[in-house]
């Protein structure tokens, strides 16, 4: 391919010779008489007919415009034409190749995932995660690139199965603490708060929050069942 060099053989710009400055002084002579024409009211058909007259002849120089342009860039096209065959040449090899070439990627990249899922499993596993932590630990599209090392993969999983393993526990051990709490005041108030409620509300909300809405609940519970005298 080293060798395969294009050359032109010959290239002619396009130039086109026509009487531009005899139809320049003729115009600036013949339309001069229309500056500064004014009609009035009546003369309105005479003006539609000047302005007719003026178009015919700007639509007569943009006619041959375009025929003259068409004519000069047949040689263009058919320039392109043939590149563009050449181009296909190309293409008939390195379609193949790339072909192949992606088979082979794509091959590569599901040898990895199944790689880093092995190890996900590993973690979730060792962390005794369950469904809702260890959801978390994706393999990311990021991860399936040459550039990205199995060993940084495993370094970046570890430390984020840690994390959710610590906030799982820390999670259940809240939990514990709320529902202990639901029987504390439910045993104290003589009451039958739900616990669910209050578990629910773990995802966006500090434990003593939840523990403060407890004795709240318990309250109003309290207070509904209080008999009431007129």
Known sequence: MNSLQVKTIELTPAVVEFNFDELSSVLDEQLSKYEGLEFTEKDAASCKKTITELNKGKKSLNDYRLKTKKELTVSVTEFENKCKELAGKFDQVINPLK????????????????????????LIHIEGLNDKYAARLLVLESYLTKSKTIKSIKEELTVKAEHLGIAQDKYEADREIIKSHVELINTKENINLPESPFLSLLDHKEVADIKAQIETAAKVDLEKDEPKFD
């Open 99 to 122: 072909e192949q070439h992606d088979q082979f990627e794509e091959e590569r990249k599901e040898i990895k995932r199944l790689e880093i899922e092995g190890y996900i499993d590993h």
